[in-house]
């Protein structure tokens, strides 16, 4: 880690931490920088994002362009991003001209850059599925020959929620997305008996902490329910997944969050995707751990000491909130508060549309199944009716 990317927090003064972007994540940062007496700054493209709404310090720009960038990161002491898309080589100028930038560009492209995030995990020896780069049907057709169908075409960049990712059956299915005109790579497709996710800190000094292995489970692409710990997993494997998540975070010099998505296969687990910022799988631990994954990740790039990712329940159930067609959502709060003075309810501060994450409920307990049950009850409640 090379000194510059590191500044010491300036005496007598509340530190400064600069997050690009202004969505959801950053917007739950800042209930932990109000905490931890961090001045929490971001870079809004509009007044009326998530984040901006709630956050005094918000600076109108553009992530894309470097003069904003330059301009944002002045009297930060640790810049970081709510997401994946700011140009590797605006943030490799904003560290040489000495600002701390969090994580910096030689991890950040793993997130980036699919591409590139494979040739690395399978340099360093993570399990990762059978893949290649295409640009071609005879590509694809190739691949499918020595892996089999289907075939999973994912988008080098760009891709989330399910988007940027075709499971092709066929070459008749491989067309649409090979005539996107977006770089493509093929991944064998994944048996997997369930998906499971590690969220580790790493801090620039080199400390790393992880979470406890949670179950994920997807709908559409999107995740609608994170299960904390992960249900049934044995001690070692639950130990070989953080294992593999913090070798990642070591050997990629991440500094801050790393979310690594695995598949939990019946030969052993498969690294799927990471995410270097705050993470949905990790959104359970706002109350459901000793220290939130907000607060972590702001203790990380300030290169604090890192708090206990310890759970402070024997079970935690994170279930999204999906808009649907009733935007009223407020109209069914109150029942869902006096139905389970337990659950906790956050709002996105976005506006309401069928299938947008517009928030999320906790639930905490000890019995697995009636865990579920509540925070699925809450989030059918707040949703409200299907045929409204």
């Known amino acids: 880690m090379s000194s510059q990317n590191v500044s010491p927090l300036r005496s007598g003064s509340a530190p400064v931490v600069g997050m690009v972007g202004a969505g959801q994540l950053a917007r739950m940062t800042q209930q932990a920088a109000i905490a931890l007496g961090v001045e929490l700054r971001v870079l809004a493209n509009a007044r009326d994002e998530s984040a901006a709404r709630v956050i005094v310090d918000t600076r109108l720009g553009d992530y894309r362009d470097l003069a904003d960038l330059r301009e944002f990161a002045k009297g930060c002491d640790a810049v970081t991003f709510d997401h994946e ?65 289907p075939v999973v075409l994912k988008a080098v960049r760009g891709g989330y929620d399910g988007r940027g990712v075709w499971v092709c059956r066929s070459a008749e299915e491989a067309r649409e997305p090979l005539a996107s005109g977006v770089a493509l790579l093929a991944e064998a497709f994944v048996p997997f008996e369930r998906e499971l996710a590690v969220l580790v800190a790493r801090s620039p000094h080199g400390q790393g902490v992880s979470y406890p292995v949670v179950e994920t489970v997807q709908k559409d692409g999107i995740c609608v329910e994170v299960i904390a710990p992960a249900p049934g997993l044995s001690e070692e494997d639950a ?53 939130s994954q907000f607060e972590q990740h702001l203790r990380a790039v300030l290169n604090l000491p890192l708090g206990s990712p310890a759970p402070a329940a024997p079970v935690v159930v994170m279930a999204n909130l999906l808009g649907g067609p009733d935007p009223d959502v407020f109209s069914r709060y109150e029942h869902v508060m006096a139905n389970d003075p337990g659950i906790k309810i956050h709002f996105y501060g976005k506006d309401v549309r069928p299938g947008r994450k517009i928030g999320h409920v906790t639930a905490l307990g000890t019995d697995l199944d009636e865990v579920r049950a509540r925070a699925l009850h809450a989030v059918t409640c707040l949703r409200g009716p299907v045929d409204a």
């Open 85 to 149: 898309h700011v140009p590797t080589e605006h943030i490799r100028a904003l560290v040489a001209e000495g600002h701390a930038v969090h994580p910096g560009a030689d991890a950040l492209i793993h997130a980036q850059d699919k591409a590139v995030m494979r040739e690395r995990l399978t340099a360093i020896g993570a399990p990762c599925p059978a893949w290649a780069r295409v640009s071609t049907m005879a590509d694809v057709e190739d691949f499918a020959a020595g892996n089999g169908w």
């Open 239 to 291: 130990a070989a997944a953080q294992h593999i998540a913090l070798s990642i975070a070591r050997d990629l010099g991440v500094t801050g969050l790393l979310a690594v998505e695995m598949f939990a296969t019946a030969s052993g687990l498969v690294v799927n995707e990471l995410a270097m910022r705050p993470h949905n799988s990790g959104h359970w631990t706002i109350e459901g751990a000793r220290t």
